[in-house]
């Protein structure tokens, strides 16, 4: 069985800007995808685990306010129904410390990338990574 490809994107950033900046990237990809923005990994993790929708993928921060995308992410790997869901789970982050990058790959993290400074570099990772997902084959 494949992954559901037309899944919401689940995109976990604290900041506005970021936040207006992957919106208008994927406007820009024009992907099918909706796109749902999280501030907070308490409302993300309730998100999950309450919807009928089976999200596509999971972009998040790791430096977030109550509770860390690390955090997020053992959650969910603690989580029976949302293990099952297989949903790819990325940081995208400032992070860069080799501890955190090690931390994160021992949660089976899809991804770890860093946020490129420039909106170019971002929009170009963004096609990437969505790209990748959409021919990857995935278990459910």
Known sequence: ????????????????????????????????????????????????????????????????????????????SENESLKRKSIPFIFLTTTNDHKVITEAYKMFVQGFFVKPTSIKDLREMMKMIVDYWKVCRHPL
Do not use: H, W
Not at 23 to 52: G, H, M, P
Not at 58 to 64: E, K, T, V, W
């Open 1 to 76: 069985m494949v992954m559901l490809k037309n899944g919401p994107i689940v995109i976990i950033e604290d900041d506005a800007d970021d936040q207006e900046l992957l919106n208008e990237i994927f406007r820009d990809l024009q992907l099918t995808n909706l796109v749902k923005f999280f501030s907070s990994c308490l409302n993300a993790f309730d998100y999950l685990i309450t919807t009928i929708e089976r999200p596509f993928l999971i972009i998040s921060d790791i430096n977030l306010p109550a509770m860390s995308g690390l955090e997020l992410c053992r959650k969910i």
